[in-house]
């Protein structure tokens, strides 16, 4: 059993690989839900409906996000009514959405109805959020804190970052499932997402990090950051502004301790030693997933990189 710790378009796009190279009952995946956030009254999950609608291969393979062909009149004709524009939620996305919050308000618990979308969506594996309660990711810039998607899509994280909090995480619980996939998997994996705001939620859940640690389960990262830049997204500035070094030595700093094989790309073979001597073993290898086949081949990668200890 494979369990991975899943942001959203790095996360989604090795995933879809891996259920190429594993069936996808055998996957368990553990979603950040840290940057969810309620738009025109309805509850949107991005990370986790980015992962759905990538294994249901209905996901807009340009943007990464939202699914592929849909429109936007919704949100525009909502501009009538004076609401903000900058949130781009699909007019077939919405369905989502309203499905979500409906169950929501009929008290259904968040792992429930992530389980129903999934099988709606026909996939096999299963999609866990990482807990039902609410954890909010939220950015502390130097006009104080914002919720996360006011810094990511209002603001273009055109913002200093000086801290991320994760508030609402003390007291919360991890979803049903979480920590069982965790102990419980013969390997787990965190995706090339955003260490400190994709993954960084998921761990903060109380109980996640400790099982992590304590996991019998083979443990892998796969560096979301290539050369010292990102695919896409603020990590790189993020980690740069809260003191990181922005390398796949720097991922892996924040990471040792929880893993025992560093995955990175072959342009940072450089770093492997120091990665090693971390006191993890590191596996180089073609990271860049601009294609089916080398997602694919990446995952049998990791997975042999895996298999070999
Ligand atoms: P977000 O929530 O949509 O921003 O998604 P994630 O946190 O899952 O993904 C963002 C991270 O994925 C960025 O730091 C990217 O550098 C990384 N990423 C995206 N595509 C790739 C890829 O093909 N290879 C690797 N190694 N990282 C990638």
Redesign the pocket.
């Known amino acids: 059993m494979y369990t991975v710790f899943?942001?959203?378009?790095?996360?989604?796009?090795?995933l879809q690989g891996l259920v190429q190279v594993v069936p996808q009952e055998d996957v368990t995946i553990v979603s950040?839900t840290g940057?969810d956030v309620e738009m025109f009254g309805l509850h949107v999950s991005?990370?986790t409906d980015?992962v759905l609608y990538a294994l249901a291969g209905a996901v807009n393979p340009e943007t990464?996000?939202g699914l592929t062909g849909d429109t936007f009149a919704v949100v525009d004709q909502l501009q009538r009514f004076g609401y903000e524009r900058w949130f781009n939620l699909g007019d077939r996305d919405l369905a989502m959405a309203i499905h979500r919050t409906r169950l929501l308000r009929e008290g259904r618990p968040m792992h429930e109805i992530v389980a129903g979308l999934a099988r709606s969506w026909g996939l096999g594996c299963t999609v866990l959020p990482m807990t039902n309660g609410r954890i909010e990711t939220r950015i502390v810039g130097p006009d104080g804190e914002l919720p996360f998607q006011d810094y990511?899509v209002r603001l273009r994280t055109e913002v200093d970052v000086r801290e991320v909090v994760f508030a609402g995480a003390t007291g919360a619980l991890p979803a049903p499932g979480v920590l069982d996939a965790v102990s419980g998997a013969s390997a787990v994996i965190l995706?090339?997402?955003?260490p400190l705001?994709?993954?960084g939620p998921i761990l903060a859940v109380p109980g996640v990090r400790e099982a992590l640690a304590g996991s019998r389960a083979k443990r892998a990262a796969?560096?979301?950051?290539?050369a010292g830049?990102?695919?896409?997204?603020?990590?790189?500035n993020m980690m740069r502004t809260l003191g990181h070094e922005v390398s796949a030595l720097g991922v892996a700093r924040l990471y040792a301790g929880l893993i025992d094989l560093m995955v990175i790309?072959e342009q940072d073979r450089a770093l492997a030693p120091a990665v090693e001597a971390l006191g993890l073993r590191c596996l180089v290898t073609d990271?860049?997933?601009?294609s089916p086949e080398?997602?694919t081949q990446?995952a049998r990668d990791v997975l042999a990189g895996l298999d070999a200890f």
């Open positions: 899943a942001g959203g378009v790095g996360a989604s796009r090795f950040n940057d991005p990370d980015i990464g996000w990511m995706a090339p997402s955003n705001v994709s993954i796969i560096s979301p950051i290539i830049q990102v695919v896409k997204g603020p990590a790189a790309d990271t860049m997933m601009t080398r997602k990446l």
